[in-house]
């Protein structure tokens, strides 16, 4: 799977603090990968991303327990980054770094 001009995108994004487009694409991403035998492993580190992006957005609502539970499947698949030989491996830890930072931040508020 190279993706790395579209999780690029994303990054750029991401540091614009624009999470309702970055999750639109991450989610557009993961439904175009999701249903191939070559790409549905790595599809679920792109899950992660569009459940950690809505975690963000629901923190940003205010409705925390429905962030909480989207967290958890954010965590869910997250791991699979460390796991999984993939040539955007460095765009998925930029992306996660990202998510991590902004949903710390609104957690602390």
Excluded: P
């Amino acid at each position: 799977m190279n993706l790395k001009d579209e999780l690029n995108g994303i990054i750029s994004i991401l540091e614009n603090k624009q999470f309702i487009k970055a999750h639109d694409l991450c989610e557009e991403l993961w439904r175009k990968y999701k249903n191939d035998d070559k790409t549905r492993e790595e599809s679920f580190i792109l899950k992660a991303f569009v459940n950690g992006i809505a975690a963000i957005e629901l923190l940003n609502m205010n409705r925390i327990t429905h962030s909480q539970n989207v967290w958890k499947t954010y965590n869910k698949y997250i791991d699979l980054i460390n796991e999984l030989d993939s040539q955007n491996k460095e765009q998925y830890k930029i992306i996660n770094k990202l998510i991590c930072e902004n949903k710390d931040k609104l957690s602390a508020i």
